[in-house]
């Protein structure tokens, strides 16, 4: 709060970190449509299907693809060449702003990124769609309203939190190519990377 500069280092440091838990919580955000599809669709099998072993297995994974994404970009980052002294108009080191005081071409940068959003937040956005899609066929064949009232109740909350993830991340990072202003792309930052996590432990 009293100094607002930050070393070249910790800023590469910050951003590998950011990139990394921002990676894991869109996984795990994936791994969570899946529980509730397995826990609303086959509940009598739901101890034998998510066990802990699968448990882990996804959780392995998910750390994995996250932190060899971050290892990437944040290379990709440092092939780069700045200047001495830069001032960046965000309140964290947040990949687009670097890339926008970047000195040299940052072409291949800007691929990677795009390449990242389509496997990384589009593949698990069609696990996530699929896995509702297949509950809500699931809670259409619930004959009482109030067991479907029940079964729909349990996947609020993760909707919510899916929703706010990826209508702020998505903007954030696909309109950097169009004119927007970093008061906004600030404000809708704090979205992912404050309220969706802390909104995580009552999913």
Not at 30 to 35: I, N, W
Not at 107 to 135: D, E, M, W
Not at 171 to 190: E, I
């Amino acid at each position: 709060t009293q100094s607002q500069v930050i070393t070249y280092k910790g800023c590469i440091t910050q951003m590998c970190f950011f990139i990394l838990f921002g990676a894991l919580d869109d996984f795990l955000l994936t791994v969570m449509a899946y529980d509730r599809f397995v826990a609303i669709c086959h509940p009598l099998h739901y101890a034998v299907i998510m066990n802990p072993r699968l448990c882990g297995l996804l959780l392995l994974v998910s750390w994995i693809m996250s932190t060899l994404h971050s290892l990437l970009q944040s290379l990709m980052v440092l092939r780069l060449s700045f200047c001495t002294v830069l001032k960046i108009p965000h309140f964290f080191c947040e990949l687009n702003q670097i890339l926008k005081l970047a000195c040299s071409d940052i072409f291949l940068n800007n691929l990677v990124i795009y390449l990242a959003a389509v496997l990384l937040a589009c593949v698990p956005f069609a696990g996530i769609l699929y896995s509702y899609s297949k509950i809500v066929s699931c809670i259409r064949g619930i004959p009482s309203a109030q067991g479907k009232f029940k079964a729909f109740s349990t996947c609020v909350s993760h909707l919510s939190v899916v929703f706010l993830f990826y209508c702020t991340s998505l903007g954030v990072y696909l309109s950097s190519a169009a004119a927007h202003s970093s008061h906004a792309g600030a404000v809708a930052s704090v979205m992912y990377t404050v309220v969706t996590p802390m909104l995580n432990p009552v999913v």
